[in-house]
């Protein structure tokens, strides 16, 4: 399940705090990214696409609320939570203030266990099935926490990877994956899959949702990839 994890960036640029969240989000299972500057942060942000951000708003050259602000504007980006961090709570007040958009703030020096606990208030809303949440879609129930899917109150048997693709469409509903997204997201970025590969698993998954009956809810969206409903 190590690919369906969510990857978590972190910017920071004391070396030190750095390794300390790393230890800690790695330890919760989670994937670790980490930048010590607002410039690289952007260039990790384009080719990770995380899917949370632990921002230090004081940083060199491009500040915190400066990454906040670019990524709050940008379509693609938007959606990806921000837990801002900061030294002290005038400059939290600033922030708000300011309205960069950063979905929570904590200020320095913070207590590990909360900055986890907020992380994973973040990424229920955002990635609920790697969160252990219970998804529902139409008939349909995934329950992450127990790996059962149900379809009309009857359980469904699903493989490891048809179960990992619905959860993935299921976060998402109506959402247009790709067929490289959806390798990224199911088999892991370092896995080189073919992407025909998908098409064989989407075949298996449909197969799976529609063997006591109902509608094929996976869609194909032509020349692009696969949608839920
Ligand atoms: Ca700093």
């Given at each position: 399940m190590a690919q369906t994890q969510p990857c978590v960036l972190v910017v920071e640029d004391e070396g030190a705090q750095r390794e300390v969240l790393k230890y800690n989000l790695e330890a919760e299972g989670f994937g670790v990214v980490l930048a010590e500057n607002g410039d690289e942060a952007m260039l990790l942000i384009a080719e990770?696409?995380?899917?949370?951000i632990v921002l230090?708003?004081?940083?060199?050259?491009?500040s915190g609320i400066e990454v906040c602000r670019r990524v709050k504007a940008d379509p693609v980006t938007r959606q990806i939570p921000i837990i801002m961090l900061s030294a002290r709570s005038e400059e939290v007040d600033r922030v708000r203030g300011l309205?960069?958009?950063?979905d929570d703030y904590v200020v320095k020096p913070y207590s590990v266990v909360e900055l986890m606990a907020r992380l994973r208030t973040q990424l229920r809303r955002t990635r609920p099935a790697s969160m252990g949440e219970r998804l529902t879609f139409g008939d349909i129930i995934l329950d992450a926490g127990e790996h059962r899917v149900f379809r009309a109150g009857q359980p469904l048997h699903l493989g490891p990877t048809e179960f990992r693709l619905l959860s993935t469409l299921m976060e998402k509903p109506g959402r247009v994956w790709s067929r490289e997204q959806l390798l990224d997201r199911v088999?892991?970025?370092?896995i080189y899959v073919d992407t025909r590969t998908i098409d064989v698993h989407v075949g298996r998954l449909r197969k799976a949702l529609m063997a006591n009956g109902g509608d094929n809810p996976v869609r194909t969206v032509r020349g692009t990839g696969y949608s839920l409903g």
């Open positions: 990770e696409q995380p899917d949370l230090d708003w004081m940083l060199p050259n491009v309205e960069t958009g950063a088999w892991g970025r370092d």
